[in-house]
């Protein structure tokens, strides 16, 4: 299994960036991705999840309406599209792969112990 992030940078407050995950080594159509984000002396900390399968996505309350996950089957590539940034969303950026079971909810997908699987980060950092 191998996990890919790119697309993190610099942006200012209420600004956007897009982050991509590249995945290869796994059949994609049965696995759920997260994006998991860690700032600096803070825990690990669940943003997103989708089910490429089916498109289903989850999210934590921090970033709904703001942040929206997408996959492109075709490509095994799944994006978090990130929207009205602020200085709080500064941390490193995660995507992680979970054989999705299925019958589980939110905060099930969005807990970062479950995952075995992870990229190696990219940054992203928030100023005023």
């Known amino acids: 299994v191998q996990l890919v992030e790119s697309g993190g940078g610099l942006a200012q407050a209420g600004g956007s960036l897009r982050l991509s995950c590249a995945a290869s080594g796994f059949r994609f159509a049965n696995y759920a991705i997260g994006w998991f984000r860690q700032a600096p002396g803070k825990e690990r900390e669940g943003v997103s999840c989708?089910?490429?399968?089916?498109?289903?996505?989850y999210y934590a309350d921090s970033v709904k309406g703001r942040f929206t996950a997408s996959s492109d089957n075709t490509k095994n590539m799944v994006y978090l599209q990130m929207n009205s940034l602020t200085p709080e969303d500064t941390a490193v950026y995660y995507c992680?792969?979970?054989?999705?079971?299925?019958?589980?909810?939110?905060?099930?997908?969005?807990?970062?112990?479950?995952?075995?699987?992870w990229g190696q980060g990219t940054q992203v950092t928030v100023s005023l």
């Open positions: 989708i089910a490429p399968s089916d498109g289903t996505t």
């Open positions: 992680a792969a979970i054989f999705d079971r299925r019958g589980y909810g939110s905060a099930w997908y969005l807990t970062h112990r479950h995952y075995t699987n």
